[in-house]
Nanobody, 121 residues
Framework: QVQLVESGGGLAQTGGSLGLSCAASGSFFRVNAMAWYRRVPGKQRDLVASITSGGLTDYADSVKGRFTVSRDNTKNTLYLQMDSLEPGDTGVYYC???????????????WGQGTQVTVSS
């Protein structure tokens, strides 16, 4: 059974920093892209940052230059370093992973349970 467990959310002040982690447990044939999404009340879940298995990254315009996504492929763990936080960064952050469990199955999408990040002004 696949589980994505996020940690590291919490409360920060404007200009502060927080780090998120997402540990994927289970047996995988191949882990493809991993990403962080954010949901704010009343809005859909939006992509914050993504990273391919080869380390190519992409960011939402609103976080470029402030957030850094990385991953440890040996541990199937995803990270998000958030610096220069702004109140607009507030939301529930979800970890996402696309992976194949075996060589005989198609890739599927997996989600964490979410972790709250609140930035006070």
């Amino acid at each position: 059974q696949v589980q994505l467990v996020e940690s590291g959310g919490g409360l920060a002040q404007t200009g502060g920093s927080l780090g998120l982690s997402c540990a994927a447990s289970g047996s995988f044939f191949r882990v493809n892209a991993m990403a962080w999404y954010r949901r704010v009340p009343g809005k859909q879940r939006d992509l914050v940052a993504s990273i391919t298995s080869g380390g190519l990254t992409d960011y939402a315009d609103s976080v470029k230059g402030r957030f850094t996504v990385s991953r440890d492929n040996t541990k199937n763990t995803l990270y998000l370093q958030m610096d220069s936080l702004e109140p607009g960064d507030t939301g529930v952050y979800y970890c996402y992973m696309n992976a194949r469990l075996t060589r005989w199955t198609d890739a599927d999408d997996y989600w964490g349970q979410g972790t709250q990040v609140t930035v006070s002004s």
